[in-house]
């Protein structure tokens, strides 16, 4: 099957399917698609021109490759239009079942400690967009902060912000400081969160000029907070993550659904 772009840019071009293989294990993809079973028949949907396998499968394919979806449709004959709608309710479908930021910290208390940070999630937009542009990072794109624990596993993912949101500002919107406080666990983060108070630990400034045990203080720190970085690493695993072509306001529901992804159990 050979589908028509319908951009003006590429009028008259094809989209031929090709033969190709997706890096996540097949008992995700069934674990994605009972989910979507489950979604259709609480709704009593009706015929649908992909199963749910496949549904799950196009999905899959969306967020680890970021194919568009003419590419997407192409592969899978069906139409650009009914790919985007197909990924919409998956996306919506697994997003659901993400943790809230409550719930991802049951459990811990004092004597726990976890690790804070923030990144960006580069987008498309023009210089204009001001909300949007990272002085820090020089680009377009959106903050998301991520609680995980020692070992790097996320615990939780904010919603996407604007990227010109400073982290500690981005933290205490989401309500990340004064639920560490009030559950007094320990928070790793680094220095854009200095000022945070409660029970967050930052590094040292200009600690080689501090005495020994400042210093060591600070390498301390550094080798227990490194893990964290795992958790970023994870979420832009996933291709889309990268460079996200959708609008600002689906990035927060992508990430969710990724998160679900990352720590699902479908072992069983």
């Known amino acids: 099957m050979v589908i028509p772009l319908s951009t003006p840019a590429t009028e008259g071009a094809l989209l031929v399917p090709y033969p190709a293989t997706l890096d996540v294990p097949h008992e995700l993809v069934e674990h994605v698609a009972w989910l979507l079973y489950e979604h259709r028949w609480t709704r009593n949907t009706r015929w649908r021109k992909l199963g749910c396998f496949d549904q799950a499968l196009l999905t899959l394919v969306h967020l680890r490759k970021n194919e568009t979806f003419a590419q997407l449709g192409a592969g899978f004959g069906i139409s650009q239009t009914t790919a985007w709608r197909y990924v919409d309710e998956a996306l919506e479908v697994l997003?659901?079942?993400?943790?809230?930021?409550?719930?991802?910290?049951t459990g811990l208390g004092e004597g726990d400690h976890v690790i804070v940070d923030g990144t960006l999630i580069p987008i498309d937009r023009v210089r204009a967009d001001e909300p949007y542009y990272s002085m820090k990072h020089r680009k377009h794109g959106m903050n998301v902060q991520v609680i995980a624990r020692p070992d790097g596993t996320p615990l939780w993912f904010s919603r996407a912000t604007p990227g010109r949101t400073h982290d500690l500002t981005s933290a205490r919107a989401?309500?990340?400081?004064?639920?560490?406080?009030?559950?007094?666990?320990?928070?790793?983060?680094?220095?854009?969160?200095?000022?945070a108070g409660g029970t967050f630990r930052t590094p040292y400034y200009h600690h080689s000029e501090q005495p020994e045990h400042y210093q060591q203080f600070n390498r301390d720190h550094a080798r227990l907070r490194a893990p964290g970085e795992r958790a970023f690493a994870r979420l832009k695993s996933w291709h889309i993550m990268r460079r996200a072509r959708c609008?600002?306001?689906?990035?927060?529901r992508t990430v969710q659904a990724i998160h679900v992804l990352l720590t699902c159990d479908y072992s069983g």
């Not at 993400?98 to 910290?105: D, R, S, T």
């Open 95 to 105: 997003a659901a079942w993400a943790p809230g930021l409550h719930e991802a910290l």
């Open 174 to 195: 989401h309500g990340i400081v004064q639920a560490c406080l009030t559950r007094q666990i320990l928070v790793l983060a680094d220095r854009a969160y200095q000022g």
């Open 247 to 252: 609008s600002t306001h689906r990035i927060s």
